[in-house]
């Protein structure tokens, strides 16, 4: 055995591969060979290309597609893939592509006989884009100029009639017009006729359209989708369509109203999800191939040393995964748990591009980056990184569990426990910090925190001494009744729970309350006077106006400014029932608008929900001694009211 070299860090051993240090961009990345090179196939990949690639060439079977899974698990990058080998067999990308297939599975692979058998020579067309907050329609736009582009040459495209249409289109929206999203399918059909073998249409970050959609009610943006799915198959020139997205179609939807959001449901009902999901066991293979070794040979027999033991530990305790101590070797510096843990807390948590391979791979704080640049390799010591600090990246840094309204309630309370035992020593907050990450993952199973799974996540390497020492902290936190024991489950808890349930509660007054929009309005959201700001500016005159809800129950020939200073009248009519005759004046002569909600029964639901959870707030008594639940009612109050807000806004139309 080659002996330690000393007080050297981590990151003089240890890097990250820079395939893993950027992530996927299909536009940039289209005909990039080097961002293929090594792709690993896994198993969900494999699962993936087999349900796609069998609709090849088939008139009955599915067309449409969305890939779901939270930020990092490498849905971008499997896109490119799928692409890569739906290119033309003469093209570096298919040829790399097939390559890494041939490597991966052998010639005799079900899989590789598909890809074969159902991608023809030609290829399909690569139309390709990556979403923003903006309509459908321009994305789909730009998705097929690129796919135009590298299919056919300059002289080849002018002689195309619906390739200038599409200019013409993308150069309108540069400038700030608007299209009519009702021509799309006409043009998406023209330019796979013109191909004459079809069109492969993948829009990564499809989320982004849809959170535009939900933010500005756009029905048609929806509907384009529908139509697009819902396109006449032809096995010649067919039309494939995949989305990309973070979450689940219904997860853009909370803002909508309840009818809203059955549309929504219709629509994605048009398009086979496929759960882009790994096994914890798998991720941490794809872990492991970030992590580059090949400067480790002077500490390689202690890791494989340190491996070996951790697996004869793990074997009886996780028997859910298969952890090898190949795997373990491969993912150190990490912690073997740590490891583990990480893929389940980003699926469950993620937050935007707080993921997997940003922790990996960032230079952040507290990031796994970081720890190989601090952590000091001396005196046959090998460190790693523990749950512990796992907890302060995603917790404490990135306040990532926000992002998950379902567990709301279990990180705020884990949270704020383990904030209130800061005056602790620092083993016993590691430890307390530890058993919150694995309450936070899972409640039942391998990974839950027991006793002896608890101790093994403070270890550096498994010895019982290590394993006492980390025992008796433990009891030590027991006895102080930082934590408890359930004995039914064997579980350590920091997380008490709530036995206040918010969204029966909401539901409830919900259905109770029986007062008319105008009431609620009224009392719980009175509007301001608003002043005439352009007038004020060039006439140095103050004038404003009043500002009411109204709806049938009022006599417009009566209204009246309640002050007699007020210079005019506004009024927002909230009423399904429009009114027959407005005049131009109150009663007593000033000038009146009436304005009428662009979205009436968006702005009826959201009021309801913001005055049903002030009443919560007010009154429940569940609320004065459970500080959990107050917290989650406050945090969804706040964002009722921000959502009513932005409703009230689109109350724009004259009447």
């Not at 029986?514 to 007038?535: F, G, M, T, W, Y």
């Amino acid at each position: 055995m080659k002996e330690i070299m000393t007080n050297k860090k981590l990151s003089h051993y240890f890097s990250l591969q820079r395939r893993y240090s950027r992530s996927i961009n299909l536009e940039r990345d289209l005909d990039s060979v080097e961002a293929l090179e090594g792709y690993v196939l896994t198993k969900r990949t494999i699962d993936s290309l087999s349900r796609i690639l069998n609709s090849f060439s088939s008139d009955e079977g599915n067309r449409a597609w969305t890939l779901t899974s939270v930020y990092g698990t490498g849905k971008s990058a499997f896109a490119h893939y799928l692409i890569s080998l739906c290119a033309n067999s003469q093209n570096k990308m298919h040829i790399k592509a097939l390559s890494i297939a041939e490597d991966k599975l052998g010639k005799d692979h079900e899989l590789f006989q598909l890809i074969r058998d159902k991608i023809n020579s030609i290829g399909l067309m690569r139309a390709v884009a990556t979403g923003q907050r903006e309509p459908i329609s321009h994305t789909i736009i730009r998705a097929l100029l690129t796919g135009i582009d590298t299919f056919w040459t300059a002289t080849q495209k002018n002689k195309i009639n619906v390739v200038r249409q599409l200019v013409d289109l993308e150069a309108e929206i540069n400038d700030g017009g608007k299209i009519d999203s009702k021509e799309i399918p006409n043009l998406v059909l023209e330019v796979a006729k013109e191909s004459k073998t079809g069109i492969f249409l993948i829009i990564d970050e499809l989320g982004k359209n849809l959170e535009y959609a939900a933010h500005a009610q756009g029905a048609e943006d929806l509907y384009l989708l529908q139509q697009l799915a819902e396109l006449r198959k032809d096995s010649k020139t067919p039309i494939y369509i995949l989305g990309i997205l973070h979450q689940a179609f219904a997860e853009y939807t909370q803002r909508l109203a309840t009818f809203q959001k059955n549309e929504w449901a219709k629509i994605q009902g048009r398009f086979e999800d496929i759960a882009f999901t790994e096994s914890s066991g798998q991720m941490m293979n794809l872990i492991g191939e970030a992590i580059d070794s090949s400067a480790a040979d002077n500490i390689s027999c202690a890791i494989r040393s340190d491996s070996e033991e951790w697996s004869k530990y793990l074997e009886s305790i996780i028997v859910d995964e298969e952890i090898t101590d190949r795997v373990i070797k491969k993912v150190y510096p990490l912690h073997p748990l740590s490891a583990l843990a990480l893929p389940t807390l980003c699926q469950r948590y993620a937050q935007n591009d707080r993921s997997l391979f940003t922790f990996l791979t960032s230079g952040e704080p507290l990031s796994f980056r970081n720890f190989l640049e601090e952590a000091t390799v001396k005196d046959n010591n090998l460190p790693c990184l523990k749950l512990d600090r796992v907890y302060d990246y995603f917790i404490e840094a990135a306040g990532m569990g926000l992002a998950s309204r379902p567990n709301l309630q279990r990180w705020v309370e884990i949270q704020d426990l383990i904030n209130d035992a800061k005056r602790l020593e620092e083993d016993s907050l590691r430890v307390l910090k530890t058993i919150g990450i694995l309450n936070l993952i899972t409640v039942t199973g391998s990974m839950r925190a027991t006793r002896t799974l608890v101790s093994l996540a403070m270890c550096d390497r498994p010895s019982e001494a290590q394993i006492n020492y980390w025992q008796q902290i433990i009891d030590k936190l027991l006895k102080q009744n930082l934590i408890t024991h359930r004995r039914q489950l064997d579980e350590l808890r920091i997380w008490q729970g709530s036995d206040f349930n918010a969204d029966s509660e909401l539901s409830t007054y919900i259905e109770q309350e029986r007062s008319p929009l105008v009431k609620l309005l009224s009392l719980q959201r009175p509007l301001r006077p608003i002043v005439a700001q352009r007038h004020s500016y060039q006439t140095g005159t103050l004038r404003y106006f009043e500002r009411h809800y109204l709806d049938n129950s009022q006599d417009l020939s009566q209204l009246r400014c309640s002050s007699v200073d007020a210079d005019g009248f506004v009024g927002y009519w909230v009423d399904d029932e429009m009114p027959n005759s407005v005049s131009s004046a109150t009663s007593d002569g000033k000038p009146l608008i009436i304005l009428s909600a662009a979205n009436l029964d968006i702005l009826r639901i959201r009021t309801l929900e913001f005055v049903a959870l002030n009443n919560i707030k007010k009154t429940a008594k569940e609320l004065q001694t459970d500080g959990v639940a107050r917290k989650e009612v406050n945090y969804r109050l706040q964002e009722a009211e921000e959502f009513l807000d932005e409703t009230k806004l689109s109350i724009s139309h004259l009447v």
